[in-house]
């Protein structure tokens, strides 16, 4: 018998605003932080305290440059982040065909 | 962890689904797109009749020259006044791009060869160009992220 899907969920996506995150920038190509703010509806240091979190882990990239002379934060998936949420998901998806 | 029954993760799954969809919008660019294919057609268009009536070559150029302006200066100020745009649009945008390159050298090499109706399938060519990119944006913002 295999291992039940739950023990292939990561652990870094449970939290509700990294799993909304991780959503968002699955869906993009990238996003500015002031946009993921606004959408996740959240604040500016909540959302920096999970970005960078998930860009500790090798999730995220987090992109700072500027425009005109504005300066401005640039979130993406890395490739890793893209592989671990395809996984969460696919997890998720085993959950639900249990009985 | 609390471990998620079925039915919170159908939840799950129908929130990541919804938050991946909703999270991008139609990308301006493709309007940059739209402008540089509308010259690509004027300039096909009037090079061929140009050529088959003897006229001078320059009105084709400039007005079609005008549009591939337009759209060239255009696609900076869409991309960043655009909202996210959705995963892929990169690769769609070269390949669209290159299209549009194709396209491009074909009517700026051959045009003193044209007929009439190789200027006017030049165009058509353009038009298609333009209705596959918007298309294939609008698609991949329908059909979200599995």
Redesign the interface.
């Known amino acids: 018998m295999g291992d039940h899907p739950?023990t292939q969920?990561n652990?870094a996506f449970?939290n509700p605003l990294r799993?909304?995150l991780?959503?968002?920038?699955?869906?993009?190509?990238?996003?500015?932080f002031q946009?993921a703010r606004d959408?996740l509806q959240t604040t500016d240091p909540t959302l920096s305290k999970h970005s960078s979190a998930l860009e500790g882990m090798g999730l995220v990239n987090v992109k700072k440059g500027f425009?005109g002379k504005r300066p401005q934060t640039r979130l993406s998936l890395t490739k890793e982040g893209q592989a671990a949420w395809r996984d969460h998901?696919a997890a998720?998806?085993s959950?639900?065909?249990?009985p | 962890m609390n471990t998620p029954n079925a039915h919170d993760a159908r939840t799950l799954l129908d929130r990541a689904e919804a938050t991946s969809r909703q999270a991008a919008g139609f990308s301006f660019a493709w309007l940059s797109y739209l402008a540089l294919c509308a010259g690509g057609a004027i300039t096909s268009v009037g090079l061929a009749y140009a050529t088959t009536t003897d006229a001078p070559v320059l009105p084709a150029w400039l007005a079609g020259g005008l549009w591939i302006f337009v759209g060239i200066v255009s696609i900076a100020a869409a991309t960043t006044t655009s909202p996210p745009s959705r995963r892929g649009f990169g690769s769609r945008w070269t390949i669209m791009m290159a299209a549009w390159v194709i396209l491009w050298t074909i009517t700026s090499v051959f045009n003193a060869h044209f007929t009439l109706g190789q200027g006017v399938a030049m165009a058509a060519a353009f038009l298609a160009a333009a209705a596959i990119g918007l298309v294939w944006e609008v698609v991949a913002l329908k059909k979200g992220v599995k």
Not at chain 1, 22 to 32: K, N, P, Q, S, Y
Not at chain 1, 95 to 98: F, G, K, L, N, S
């Open positions: 739950r969920l652990p449970t799993f909304s991780m959503a968002t920038l699955a869906g993009v190509t990238e996003i500015t946009d959408y425009v998901l998720l998806r959950i639900t065909e249990i």
